[in-house]
Every structure is written in C-alpha cells, then in structure tokens.
C-alpha cells in the first residue's frame, strides 16, 4: 500500500510558534536523512493523524510531497500529547534504494484457532513480541511478518528464529539472541480453579474419624461464639462513635 503525505517548509521555529501552529490544526515535524540537510516542516493534522490509526503507514516507504517535490521517507518518530488525541512532532528519515535501512516491521498471528494448543487443549495464546526488527533494502520492506501458529501447542513456544523473513529481510538479532514471540498456555483461572479443587480433597489418612471430629467441631463452635461476641462488642464501639460524632 501506497501512501502519499503533503507537507509544507516550516520557516518559523521556537517553542511559541509551534504552540500556535498547532493551534491552527497543523503538526510541526522534520524531515532528515541523505544528503540533504535536515528541513523544518509542518503537515496538516487531521490527514496525518489518520495515516496514524494505520498499522501499514508505520512500516511503509511513503513519498512525501514538499514545495512541488516529492522524496522517499519513513516514519521514525512522532510525540503526542499526554492525555488529547493531538499529534505533537513527527520525524521523517530519508531514504535510498540502494542502503539498507533498519525497521520495526508488525507481526501478525495466522491459524491460532486451528492449532492443537487451542482447539484440542483449549489453551489461549499469548503473543509476546508484537513487532520485529529488520534490515533490508527500502523495495523489499514488508508490510507485515507473519507467524504461522498452526501446530503450536500447550507449553510449547514458537521464537524469532524460526519465522520465515521474506526474500531479502534480516532480522537485527545477535547471534545469542532468539527470543520467544508466542506462546500456548492454559487459562490462569483453570489453573487456579484445578490447584483449589486439589487443596480442598483430603487425603484418606487426613479424614478424621468420628471420635475425632466431634472435639473438633466444639472448638469451633466455641471459637464462633467467642467472634459472635467480638462482633456485637466492635458493633456496640462503632455505635457509641457515631453517636459522639453526632453531638
């Protein structure tokens, strides 16, 4: 997927001018990168903002349009503002097709529903990393990578190494490094709910006999009298509290 961003020079810098800039319902930003110097730009907000809500726009190349040109881009960086959907800054990175350039591309999770872990052992999946970093040529960036979960299972784990790159893609991995992108558990309440169920059944040597129980359950009688009284004796305080609080 294409996408096309247009863009103005921005002439005018400092911490009030880009208050009142976006005031207007524009972004300051800046665009780097090549050989060419850095350039002060500023964009609209609402076409940038929704180019945002796009997984694709974040690891696509896009072309840039600024003052009747148009030059090769990516997004590297972009602020918001702490609590409004308002986008502060945005940097772009120039690019050439013949360097290599560093991404972080999306990850997406494919057949979880007809893995082994989940239809067989009602297990759930849980996806540890989202994104990987990459290196390769701008015409051979992905869009996404995508993770074949289809013979994953309960307690097992599918790693960065064992993904399929597309054609001229490189993970940035040391050589030491192959971390876990998925993995197939079972429900934390299923667990919890089994490891209670376990707790509650005695043992057949821990079931008191008969003579046994019946001093046991005086005590806690006498125990639940004893609280009984605790109770009306807390209750009888609290009311004495409020009455003064009253006055």
Sequence with gaps: ??????????KVQGTGASRR???????PGIVYGGDRDAVNIEL??????????????????????????AEQVL?????????????????????????????AV???FVNAEKSPGVKDQAGVVSHV??????????????????VDLINLSVGK????????????????????????VATCILPALIVEEEAATAEAVPAAA????????APEKAEEAAAGDKAKAGDKGADKAADKADKKEKK
Aim: one cysteine or more; aromatic letters at 6%.
């Design 206 to 213: 821990d079931v008191p006999t008969t003579a046994q129980a």
């Design 21 to 27: 800039l976006r005031r207007s319902g524009r972004v």
């Design 129 to 146: 990393l989202n994104e990987l970093d990459v290196t390769c040529l701008p015409d051979d960036l992905p869009e996404f990578i995508e």
């Design 106 to 108: 999306p990850l997406h």
């Design 157 to 180: 784990s599918i790693h960065a190494r064992d993904l399929v790159l597309p054609k001229g893609v490189e993970s940035t991995l040391h050589k030491d490094e192959d971390p876990v």
């Design 75 to 103: 997004l590297r960086a972009f602020n918001m503002h702490p609590y409004k959907a308002q986008v502060q800054h945005v940097d772009f990175q120039r690019v050439s097709k013949d360097k290599k350039i560093h991404m």
């Design 1 to 10: 997927m294409k996408f096309e961003i247009g863009a103005n020079q921005r």
């Design 44 to 69: 609209d907000h609402k076409e940038l903002y929704r180019n945002l809500t796009n997984e694709k726009f974040h690891a696509s190349i896009l072309t840039l349009k600024l003052e009747g040109g």
